[in-house]
């Protein structure tokens, strides 16, 4: 089992920056693909940016890329999501994911997570 815990959310004006954290418990963390989704009011839930179990690979949806980066530190069993250049539409609830199989690689599913933390709110202002 692994329970996450999200962590940076907050208000900041539009082209500013937010850091997110998602700190992990549970043995299998580094063997695992690690996501970060988010779901604004009304809309389903997205995927944002996924890293391999060994942060050898990352991948970012269209709208992010440039702007979004995630990392992982296995040591400190943490993922990180850096947000810069923020819009107004990036506002949403982020929530960190994390595979169900160990060494799998990174996913841009919703289903194919099965670890997620309750969510941390990130609004951005015009």
């Known amino acids: 089992q692994v329970q996450l815990v999200e962590s940076g959310g907050g208000l900041v004006q539009a082209g500013g920056s937010l850091r997110l954290s998602c700190a992990a418990s549970g043995r299998t963390f580094s063997s695992i693909a690690m996501g970060w989704f988010r779901q604004a009011p009304g809309k389903e839930r997205e995927f944002v940016t996924a890293?391999?179990?060994?942060?050898?690979?990352?991948y970012y949806a269209d709208s992010v890329k440039g702007r979004f980066t995630i990392s992982r530190d296995n040591a400190k069993n943490t993922v990180y999501l850096q947000m810069n250049n923020l819009k107004p539409e990036d506002t949403a609830v982020y929530y960190c994911?994390?595979?169900?199989?160990?060494?799998?690689?990174?996913?841009?599913?919703?289903?194919?997570?099965?670890?997620w933390g309750q969510g941390t709110q990130g609004t951005v202002s015009s």
């Open positions: 994911a994390g595979s169900g199989s160990i060494f799998r690689a990174p996913a841009v599913s919703v289903s194919a997570y099965r670890y």
């Open positions: 890293i391999s179990w060994s942060g050898g690979s990352t």
